[in-house]
C-alpha cells in the first residue's frame, strides 16, 4: 500500500511560479513511476509530466518549456516546479504513483491562478 500527499498549491498571479511536492509512503517507492495530473471541473484528468523509475522525465505538450519533474529517491518526494502559469492553468494538480499492478492517486492540491 502506498499513500501520498501533495503540497505546494496555492495562489499565484499570471506569469508566476509554483512547485508542488508529492510524498510517498511505503515499500519500494523507487520501483514505482511517479507523475503529476491536473484536472478542471467538467474535464478529464490530464497528465502534466512523469517521471519512470529509472528516472526519465516525460513531458506532455507546452509543459515541456514550462516546467520541470524531478524525483528524490531517498526521500520519496516528487516535485514539480512550474514557471510562466497562465490563469488556464487553474486545476487541482494530482500525484499518480504506478506500477505495473498498482495504481495509487493523492488527493490533490489546488493551484489558482489569478490576478
Known amino acids: 500500500q502506498v499513500q501520498i500527499v501533495e503540497s505546494g498549491g496555492g495562489l499565484v498571479q499570471p506569469g508566476g511560479s509554483l512547485r508542488l511536492s508529492c510524498t510517498a509512503t511505503?515499500?519500494?517507492?523507487?520501483?514505482?513511476?511517479m507523475g503529476w495530473y491536473r484536472q478542471t471541473p467538467g474535464k478529464q484528468r490530464e497528465m502534466v509530466a512523469q517521471?519512470?523509475?529509472?528516472?526519465?522525465?516525460h513531458y506532455v505538450g507546452s509543459w515541456k518549456d514550462r516546467c520541470t519533474i524531478s524525483r528524490d529517491n531517498a526521500k520519496n518526494i516528487l516535485h514539480l516546479q512550474m514557471n510562466s502559469l497562465k490563469p488556464e492553468d487553474t486545476a487541482v494538480y494530482y500525484c499518480?504513483?504506478?506500477?505495473?499492478?498498482?495504481?495509487?492517486w493523492g488527493q490533490g492540491t489546488q493551484v489558482t491562478v489569478s490576478s
Open positions: 499518480r504513483v504506478t506500477s505495473w499492478n498498482d495504481d495509487y
Open positions: 511505503g515499500n519500494n517507492i523507487n520501483h514505482y513511476d
Open positions: 517521471v519512470s523509475s529509472g528516472g526519465s522525465p
